[in-house]
């Protein structure tokens, strides 16, 4: 894989394939910025060396129609305020208009193409929208790790049909802490695992078991994975489909010598509701009509235990319903813990970096990566396309 320093970019065009998919609120206004501020160090590199920007993106899922609410606009407003320089906006991401635009451009202007996602062909990888894309640059440059395990036009397609390509500084810095965490750890090497589903995580589950010393398993899946030893978890969350597959990864991990940490308390509640009736009990004292919606104090002191002399943390998915403060303190304690560890330590995940957030923590933490379902995927030890496409 190429170096985006070994590049020459004095005069040339550089598609930038970022990712500006950021919460917005009802008046238009972004409410995270993370992905726009780790996007900047690469576009002002190609900026200082010279080189005109392009850069394109994805926003949302408005599939292949134009929705003016998921228009990129703003966000080029947005970045232009962050980096003190003009952001040119052109209303789509192919013809005429957008290459008259490019012909137009400066050595260090940068210009933001519309919501790629606006033409179906993005999503499809249309060899004909990716040819489009192509023309409009010379090197191509991906630096969106949340959109790397797509294989879309602007992702694979367009780095097809260039030949100078390489991934920028946000895209390195995910593919070297992750390389440092899951390939080459300091150990022991500690998995902390929450969030909803079972289903969404199971091969990840199963291959990092092959990687790590101990696994912490938390949130509504832990529901799955107690309920599958026989444990009463009332009106938890629960995949009954998963019970077998739970069984069967805590088999395994017994088999590789793996140690795993379940809850042995809950913050139980009789509602899913911020102002729910609440109270702490034992795995064992679970009441019938009740729901698990955070661990319990014995919990968190339990995967404190498991964290205390970690040397490398990977954490995906939060401990409990955490966006409720009465379910929040299981997540918080837990936040505090990684952040105050002597450990390498990786968040990834929109809700396991919100809750890290929440906590106050994000400048303890080593690194929060920007993607999400390309975390896991890396997690599952897939390759993602995106990073194929660069080598």
């Avoid at 062909?121 to 959109?147: C, G, I, R």
């Amino acid at each position: 894989m190429n170096n985006l320093r070994d590049i020459a970019l004095a005069g040339k065009r550089a598609l930038v394939r970022v990712d500006f998919n950021v919460p917005m609120d009802d008046a238009g206004l972004i409410t995270e910025d993370s992905r726009i501020v780790g996007a900047i160090p690469t576009i002002e590199y190609i900026v200082t060396q010279g080189g005109k920007v392009i850069l394109c993106s994805h926003m949302g899922k408005p599939k292949g129609q134009r929705q003016e609410k998921l228009s990129l606009k703003p966000t080029g407003e947005y970045l232009a305020k962050l980096i003190g320089k003009p952001v040119a906006f052109v209303s789509d991401c192919i013809g005429q208009e957008v290459a008259a635009k490019v012909a137009a451009m400066k050595d260090g202007d940068i210009l933001l193409l519309e919501n790629l996602r606006f033409h179906k062909e993005e999503t499809d990888n249309d060899p004909a929208f990716s040819a489009q894309l192509a023309k409009l640059a010379e090197v191509y440059v991906d630096d969106a790790f949340a959109a790397a395990h797509r294989a879309h036009a602007s992702v694979v397609g367009v780095a097809a049909l260039l030949a100078e390509k390489a991934p920028g500084f946000l895209l390195q810095k995910e593919i070297d802490y992750f390389h440092k965490a899951m390939d080459a750890p300091e150990r022991p090497l500690v998995a902390l695992v929450g969030g909803a589903k079972v289903s969404s995580k199971l091969g990840a589950l199963l291959n990092m078991l092959g990687k790590v010393d101990r696994m912490i398993i938390g949130g509504a899946m832990a529901n799955t994975f107690l309920k599958s030893q026989g444990v009463e978890v009332g009106a938890s969350k629960v995949e009954d489909d998963l019970l077998d597959a739970a069984r069967d990864v805590l088999a395994k991990a017994a088999e590789k010598g793996v140690a795993v940490f379940l809850p042995v308390d809950f913050v139980a509640a009789d509602a899913f509701a911020p102002d729910a009736v609440t109270k702490i009990v034992t795995t064992k004292d679970m009441p019938k009509n009740w729901m698990a919606l955070d661990i319990g104090p014995a919990s968190v002191l339990l995967f404190k235990e498991a964290l205390q002399d970690a040397k490398t943390i990977v954490w995906n998915g939060p401990m409990g319903a955490f966006e409720m403060d009465a379910f929040a303190r299981g997540t918080m304690a837990l936040c505090q813990a990684v952040a105050a560890s002597h450990a390498l330590s990786i968040t990834g995940g929109g809700d396991s970096n919100a809750a890290v957030k929440k906590a106050g923590e994000e400048k303890n933490i080593s690194y929060m990566s920007t993607g999400g379902g390309a975390f896991l995927e890396l997690m599952e030890g897939k390759t993602l396309p995106g990073l194929a496409a660069l080598a």
